[in-house]
Each structure stands twice: as structure tokens, then as C-alpha cells.
């Protein structure tokens, strides 16, 4: 029976190239190319070896990915897939991801504590990934599991209660 390194095993890992993808968002968010990496890490980190790491073809081992968290000012888990590019999504009853669109102008014109709570989160997420439409947010699993907490609702009812609410963005017909 022919032995693996656990190189060859993990390249074709799915989790494997979504690491790969993220180190490369990280990367190239701080505006830096493979090779100033590679320079200003005094080559610890190799440009070549790097780029093998961001395309999935080679696993990075946990030691070596907090060094690299270190090197860019980051906390691990910055460095690893967020739960909606896992596929960790509330999903409908056919398990595609169900996607919670509100209606934060229609938000904006309700009062009482729980939609003025519900209202600064939405904001806040807003801020978080730079998207200041102003009109509509799509949330994601772990935001939905805040919102049930402030609608007092189970985390599967989320939907139904903010369409019930009259929160749930409707595109116009065209």
C-alpha cells in the first residue's frame, strides 16, 4: 500500500483551499504581493511555497499558520474560512442556504427597543463588510442567531418573524 504525506491527502481538501483563499484575501488586503512577503518575513515565509498554500495546493500546519497570523497582525482565526464559505448557512427544508434579506429603510421607520437594537447590529454588520446601500442586508447564519435572540424567536423562525414584521426585503416585479 503506497504511503501519502499529509501534503498530498489534504491538497484536495475543500476546507484546504478555502484557508488558501482567505490567506490570499488577507494578503492582498494589506496590499502586499507574494514576494514583499517573502521579504519582509526575512523568508520565513517563502513566495513560492505561499502561493502554493493560497491555491490549495499544499496544507499549511497549525504552528506555521500562527506564525503567519503573527506576521500580518491578524488572530488565527482571521486566517480560516468564515461559516458562510463552509457552508454553515441557515438552509431551507431542500438544504440550499436560505438567505434572510431585510429591509433596513423599512427598519429604519419602526420603533421600540428591539428594532432599534436590531437596527444598530444591522449597521454595525454594515460597517464590518464595508456595504452602505443603506436599503437591504442579507445576514448570514451567525447574525441570524443574534437577531433570534433580540426578536425572542427560535433561530429557525427568524424568517417567518421578520416577514411577519414586514422586514423581509421583497425585490419589486418587473
Known amino acids: 500500500m503506497p504511503t501519502y504525506s499529509d501534503d498530498e491527502l489534504l491538497k484536495d ?3 484546504t483551499h478555502l484557508v488558501g483563499e482567505r490567506l490570499r484575501r488577507i494578503r492582498q488586503q494589506k496590499q502586499w504581493s507574494l514576494s514583499d512577503v517573502e521579504a519582509n518575513s526575512d523568508s520565513e515565509f517563502k513566495a513560492s511555497v505561499l502561493g502554493a498554500y493560497e491555491r490549495g495546493e499544499r496544507a499549511i500546519s497549525v504552528p506555521r499558520l500562527e506564525r ?19 457552508g454553515d448557512e441557515a438552509s431551507n427544508n431542500d438544504g440550499a442556504p436560505r438567505k434572510l434579506r431585510i429591509d433596513v ?3 429604519s421607520t419602526m420603533s421600540g427597543p428591539q428594532f432599534e437594537m436590531l437596527e444598530r447590529l444591522l449597521r454595525m454588520i454594515q460597517v464590518q463588510r464595508q456595504d452602505f446601500n443603506g436599503k437591504v442586508i442579507t445576514v448570514r447564519a451567525h447574525d441570524t442567531r443574534a437577531i433570534a435572540v433580540m426578536l ?10 421578520l416577514s411577519e414584521l414586514g422586514l423581509l426585503f421583497v425585490p419589486p416585479a418587473a
Do not use: E, H, T, W
Open 152 to 161: 425572542d424567536v427560535p433561530v429557525d423562525n427568524v424568517g417567518d418573524k
Open 105 to 107: 429603510a423599512k427598519l
Open 68 to 86: 503567519l497570523a503573527r506576521f500580518y497582525g491578524v488572530s488565527i482565526d482571521q486566517l480560516l474560512p468564515r461559516d458562510s464559505q463552509r
Open 13 to 15: 481538501s475543500p476546507f
